[in-house]
């Protein structure tokens, strides 16, 4: 078993306010990932659940009982750490059996489990180097070893992968994910990477300054973020924002500022009824725009200048100017364009996200 | 035309001075010249001269003849030289295991977070940046029978009845010295070893404490193992120093009483300066030098033994 529950979490650090009335329900055998940009409070509050950071107020329980008091060897918890921290003075046979040897197992089960670990991780053959003689993917498997050996309840991971080179890390990140399938051991993972936090969580918990932003399975927060910050901080290319103003003309609701004026869709239309004659944001993905001769005559169209032109094989990132907008559409490989030419885009309706302007929350 | 104007250093035919530094060789040799003359002049030449002087028979104002090793043999069986012997090594050894003691439990209570963590660092440095001279005249006055403030503080505190003679008595005499050298040298320890404990990555303690290991497992299985090349090294530096220390000896004790505290050098400086048998002091202070060499190779072998592990 291992389900963790986060009740009103809060981490003060004198006057900062670090980590800010986080509640959480991660279920046993889950696959949770914190993400959001450095500072954001998503290791301070994995460091708690560790049990290597006091909590200021609230209950952190594993399997039903608190925690809070408990150091971090009785929460019966692995982490593997951003640095590795593999014991240097150590063989990997010896960082890998450290944590059996202090719980007081036995040589037999140490060297079953830790040669198993060994295997799993395909490291059998560097048992007996220390670690400054492995390469960083080494180490990472090493660190993971000495996580498994122990068969905690609780996995924690702490911006694992971030010292690997990107193809290393992308390698690693489906061993994880492997990992994980395998032994089904609930696991809480931190990165500011959304890409690993989309492909590996069950379920994303997007935090900004300390404030749990949207906890959702990855399609959720990308199809419907809940406030423009999750909005723009999953998906790549970033979300593109444009503030319009709502009017009505005709029956049908106009959102129009500077360079831009479109037919709102009858779904955001009928979401924005209370907001005519005010500002709200618009956003859209670059992937829902299309170039708009091929696209469906009812969809809602603006023209664009084209200001530069990324050829990345399996799509065409243009970067464009919309009035006082810069925008980016992923498009086509097979769309011919150059740079200043002016292009009529057209947006699929049901991908259009409105945010109100002051909360920026989702509308 | 602009070409003209270009300016194209041309350099001259270098001359002989020139072309010679060019030479790595020569260059080498020239840039060392200077530390060589100061070493040679303030430590070969010495040393040579100490070697050459104890083999004579030579006093102050008399340069003397060659006598063979009869310094030595003389020394070999004078029973003064046998007790600073015995000295130096119980000095040496005792302190240093209490400097390092104290000094790696100061340097570990340093390496945590409190208020006033920047000032304490500094303050700790005190007894090792007054010069000495100074504070063991303080520490003489300290164990002095009459004016003694720790006679005084016993007396109240009733653990004592009468006077401690603390520099009269051999033992409370060498015991004395023993806790001013102590006292000296901690704060070296302490430095050194909390400057080696931050090199350690606080993740690394962390980790044993996932992994289940309690504070003094922690200690013992990971701090301890990768501070020891720091600790060897501090660890040498002092056993040099202590075992050739002079002045805190000097000031509280003379050697006396009744030569019982004579450490190697005190009791060469009495010898040759103080008694103007100059032949025979070298001798006593070169019999020193065997007994460094072979601790500075032990422990140079042994640092870097831990340094390969």
């Given at each position: ?363 | ?175 004395s010295i023993i806790v001013v050298n102590v006292w000296r040298g901690v704060p070296f320890f302490a430095i050194s070893l909390l400057a080696g404990l931050q090199t350690i990555s606080p993740e690394l303690n962390e980790a044993a404490a996932i992994d289940g290991a309690k504070p003094r497992q922690r200690f013992w299985y990971i701090t301890w193992p990768l501070l020891l090349p720091v600790t060897m090294v501090v660890v ?74």
């Amino acid at each position: 078993m291992g389900q963790v529950v986060l009740k009103g979490i809060n981490k003060f650090y004198d006057s900062v306010h670090a980590v800010k009335d986080v509640n959480l329900q991660i279920r046993d055998k889950e696959f949770v990932v914190f993400v959001g940009p450095s500072g954001c409070g998503k290791t301070t509050t994995l460091r708690m659940i560790a049990g290597l950071e006091a909590i200021s107020s609230g209950d952190i329980s594993i399997d039903g009982s608190v925690v809070n008091g408990l150091a971090p060897m009785d929460r019966d918890i692995a982490m593997v750490f951003q640095n590795y921290a593999l014991y240097p003075h150590m063989s990997v046979y010896d960082n890998m059996a450290f944590g059996l040897k202090m719980r007081k197992f036995t040589r037999p089960e140490i060297d079953r489990r830790v040669r198993d670990a060994a295997d799993i991780l395909g490291i059998g053959e560097l048992l007996k180097r220390k670690p400054r003689q492995l390469s960083g993917g080494q180490r990472q498997r090493v660190a993971l070893g000495r996580a498994i050996v122990r068969h905690p309840r609780v996995f924690l991971f702490d911006e694992p992968l971030s010292n690997l080179d990107a193809k290393l890390r992308v390698q690693m990140r489906v061993e994880l994910k492997k990992l994980h399938l395998r032994l089904g051991t609930t696991a809480i993972y931190v990165t500011h990477d959304q890409v690993e936090a989309m492909t590996l969580g069950d379920r994303v918990v997007v935090m900004k300054d300390g404030v749990v932003q949207q906890v959702g399975e990855p399609l959720e927060l990308y199809n419907r973020p809940a406030n423009k910050f999750v909005a723009g901080f999953i998906g790549s290319p970033t979300m593109n924002f444009a503030t319009v103003t709502v009017t009505e003309a005709n029956g049908s609701l106009i959102a129009e500022n500077a360079g831009l004026r479109i037919r709102l869709p009858d779904g955001t239309a009928r979401r924005l009824r209370g907001h005519i004659g005010h500002k709200v944001t618009l956003g859209v993905r670059p992937e829902d725009l299309t170039v708009a001769g091929a696209a469906d005559p009812d969809h809602p169209c603006f023209d664009a200048v084209i200001e530069v032109v990324e050829q990345l094989g399996s799509e065409i990132l243009l970067d464009m100017k919309v009035g006082q907008d810069v925008m980016v559409a992923s498009v086509e490989p097979t769309v011919r364009v150059n740079v200043r030419d002016k292009l009529r885009l057209a947006m699929r309706p049901s991908s259009l996200h409105v945010f109100d302007v002051k909360t920026e929350e989702a509308i | 035309m602009v070409v003209a104007e270009t300016q194209v250093y041309m350099p001259q035919a270098p001359r002989t001075r020139q072309r010679l530094l060019e030479d790595e060789r020569w260059l080498a040799f020239v840039l060392l010249v200077p530390t060589m003359v100061l070493l040679g002049m303030f430590i070969a030449y010495p040393f040579v001269r100490g070697i050459l002087l104890s083999v004579t028979n030579s006093r102050v104002g008399v340069p003397g003849d060659f006598v063979g090793l009869a310094n030595y043999y003389k020394i070999w069986n004078d029973g003064i030289f046998h007790t600073s012997v015995y000295n130096t090594f119980l000095y040496t050894g005792v302190t240093t295991v209490f400097k390092l003691a104290l000094g790696l439990w100061l340097a570990l209570l340093l390496n945590r977070n409190f208020r006033g963590k920047a000032f304490t660092r500094a303050f700790i440095l005190l007894p090792f940046i007054i010069p000495t001279v100074l504070s063991t005249f303080a520490w003489k006055w300290m164990f002095d029978p009459t004016f003694s403030v720790l006679n005084w503080l016993f007396y109240h505190l009733n653990l004592i009845s009468g006077r401690i003679n603390w520099l009269g008595d051999p033992d409370l005499a060498m015991i004395s010295i023993i806790v001013v050298n102590v006292w000296r040298g901690v704060p070296f320890f302490a430095i050194s070893l909390l400057a080696g404990l931050q090199t350690i990555s606080p993740e690394l303690n962390e980790a044993a404490a996932i992994d289940g290991a309690k504070p003094r497992q922690r200690f013992w299985y990971i701090t301890w193992p990768l501070l020891l090349p720091v600790t060897m090294v501090v660890v040498l530096f002092s056993i040099i120093q202590t075992f050739a220390d002079f002045q805190i000896v000097y000031v509280m004790t003379g050697g006396g009483p009744a030569n019982a505290t004579h450490l190697f050098a005190t009791y060469a400086y009495q010898i040759g300066v103080g008694t103007g048998l100059l032949s025979e002091g070298a001798a006593i202070s070169l019999a020193m030098f065997p007994i460094l060499f072979l601790v500075v190779i032990v422990q140079l072998l042994y640092i870097r033994r831990v340094e390969v592990r």
